[in-house]
């Protein structure tokens, strides 16, 4: 078979497809105002986890401030919503920060300050953990961070390229080289997959120059 | 629709969306399918079209948003495909393996990125560059996606229909 009846053979199976939907602009306003809906309703569940976030501080030094009274001195009915939610989230979130080992057996006023090394304006520049954050290899496809090729850190993001490896059934392997963006969280390093999500580069805090290097590639 | 969208985009919806449907088609090879990414693809660019300076170029601009939506979308689906020990019965693609053709059927044995570069250069013609353009990779990479996925589907066409079938089952 030639390019020729390749090519015409391909013209002619897109064919099949037909024409698109007439209503296909109705279709985009209405997944548009879907879209709408959803993130307003994103917005409003980070503002309430922000408010109750905020709360937690409150509750807890009022709880502290009741010393003496009758509440603290029986530890057990404590209620649920006090005892197991607030300090379980500050914990949880706050991962390798020095501080962060004692926190767990001291008061409530060493946990507050155990969440202020969770937002890092300068963590390392470790590209082995940044590599780390890669999505995990598997039987077919293989994911490798490389080093020499312009990746950079900004502040909590950082850009490189990786090589994404597929193995065909026959054993042949066809190596890709893509861009990746990541993002420093909670002491941790994420891969931020923009071609699974390209709002990923729509993200204000991006500093230009990641920016340039991660998402200005294609 | 026109207070939704600019007028403009619009317009180029109406023009081009049969087009570009047809690509989407041959990235898929399902209708349904098609339709979803063609309108993800618009939407994703209805949102930056005010800051698209070259209207003529808006085609190749979708092209590309269709390209990369569909090879992120087959890679989340992959990993969900490895994690399991076998593929359910195919009942959905059935009526699909009917109605295709059997260049369709071969372009579906290809990976994404591969599968993708075939149909740039030869469905839409783009030279080796722009193809490299379009996928965000380098042109060496679309050389050898381009000849491997040609003779990969040369190999598929010149097989009995039924072959090209029952390798697709067996995924």
């Known amino acids: ?218 | 629709v026109g207070r939704e969208f600019d007028d403009e985009f619009a317009e180029f919806v109406t023009k081009w969306s049969p087009a570009l449907l047809r690509v989407a088609f041959l990235l898929t090879s399902d209708r349904g399918e098609a339709e979803d990414l063609l309108q993800t693809a618009l939407l994703k660019t209805s949102r930056h079209w005010s800051r698209l300076a070259d209207r003529e170029a808006a085609y190749a601009y979708v092209r590309r948003v269709l390209v990369t939506t569909h090879t992120s979308w087959r890679r989340r689906r992959r990993v969900h495909e490895v994690l399991l020990d076998s593929l359910p019965e195919r009942a959905t693609s059935e009526p699909a393996a009917i109605e295709v053709g059997r260049a369709l059927q071969a372009l579906e044995q290809l990976p994404p990125r591969m599968r993708a570069v075939v149909v740039l250069r030869c469905y839409e013609g783009l030279s080796e560059a722009e193809t490299a353009e379009a996928l965000g990779c380098s042109l060496g990479s679309v050389k050898s996606q381009a000849s491997r996925g040609l003779a990969r589907l040369r190999e598929l066409l010149a097989q009995p229909d039924t072959t090209i079938l029952a390798q697709e089952g067996a995924r």
Do not use: K
């Open chain 1, 1 to 218: 078979m030639n390019d020729l009846d390749l090519r015409t053979a391909l013209h002619r199976d897109a064919d099949l497809v037909g024409e698109p939907a007439a209503d296909l602009l109705d279709q985009l306003v209405r997944r548009r105002s879907q879209q709408r809906r959803q993130r307003g309703v994103l917005i409003g569940a980070v503002a309430a986890v922000v408010v109750i976030a905020a709360g937690i501080p409150v509750g807890a030094s009022l709880m502290t401030r009741s010393d003496g009274g009758p509440a603290t001195q029986t530890v057990e009915p404590t209620p649920p919503s006090v005892s197991s939610s607030a300090p379980t989230p500050s914990i949880a979130v706050i991962p390798p920060p020095s501080a962060a080992p004692s926190a767990s057996s001291e008061a409530p006023e060493t946990r507050a300050q155990a969440t202020t090394p969770a937002v890092n304006p300068n963590p390392p520049c470790d590209w082995t953990a940044i590599g780390a954050a890669l999505p995990a290899d598997t039987a077919t496809d293989t994911y490798e961070l490389y080093i020499g090729d312009g990746e950079l850190c900004d502040g909590p993001w950082a850009a490189a390229g990786f090589t994404w490896v597929h193995t065909f059934d026959d054993g042949q392997q066809h190596p890709d080289g893509q861009a990746g963006i990541f993002h420093y969280v909670g002491g941790t390093w994420l891969f931020l997959d923009r071609y699974s999500d390209s709002s990923v580069c729509d993200n204000p805090d991006i500093p230009r120059d990641v920016w340039e290097r991660g998402c200005n590639v294609d």
